[in-house]
């Protein structure tokens, strides 16, 4: 990772010293969130660092609670012109998040946080659906093409769309599921 920029001076959002994970607002804000969620939201807040300090810095060389109202600003202008709105707000809730972690450690003051969190997050002018039920037979329709398929994709493609439909998981987490995590252990009553 770069350290320094090219006049060798240390970026003025650059930690001065390295923090312990028990004292970093990345590390606790992230200590909270589910294995699949961390390497988002990391990846987000590294996004973030990197804009910050024109790539000079990750989400764990940034001090954030040197961060202002006008850096906020900026980056929410920037994640408003780069991001759709979902993903904009995903990363400024993990902003938000790390800042309170910060001022939770006194790495910011209260007023700082307050202004630096004082953004909106972004709207999303679309008229496109973001999803709605499937009807019973969309869902028929669906699983006939799963079963007119003779390949092993289509006996996939039904077991992912029966899980899909009856659990209701996330996208992440359906893309996620692996075979370890099929319990047939007995439910409540030993239903499988």
């Known amino acids: 990772m770069i350290n320094k920029d090219l006049s060798g001076s240390i970026h003025p959002l650059q930690l001065t ?3 312990d994970d028990i004292s970093h607002p990345v590390v606790s804000y992230l200590s909270q969130l589910s294995p699949q969620s961390v390497f988002v939201m990391r990846r987000n807040l ?5 804009f910050l300090t024109d790539g000079v810095c990750d989400a ?4 954030w609670g040197k961060l202002t109202y006008h850096h906020t600003r900026t980056l929410r202008n920037w994640l408003s012109d780069k991001y759709a709105p979902a993903t904009a707000n995903q990363m400024l809730t993990a902003l938000r998040r790390v800042l309170s972690e910060a001022k939770l450690m006194n790495l910011m003051t209260d007023q700082s946080w307050s202004n630096a969190t004082a953004i909106k997050n972004v709207k999303d002018h679309s008229c496109e659906l973001t999803g709605r039920a499937l009807s019973r037979s969309e869902i028929r ?19 992912l769309l029966a899980i899909l439909i009856s659990a209701g998981p996330r996208r992440t987490e359906a ?11 007995p439910a409540q009553g030993n239903r499988i």
């Open 46 to 50: 590294d996004a973030i660092a990197f």
């Open 141 to 159: 329709a669906l699983f006939k093409s799963c079963r007119e398929d003779d390949s092993i994709i289509g006996i996939r493609d039904a077991a």
């Open 175 to 185: 893309i996620n599921l692996n075979l370890s995590d099929y319990d047939r252990s």
């Open 17 to 19: 010293h390295p923090l």
């Open 60 to 63: 764990l060389s940034l001090d």
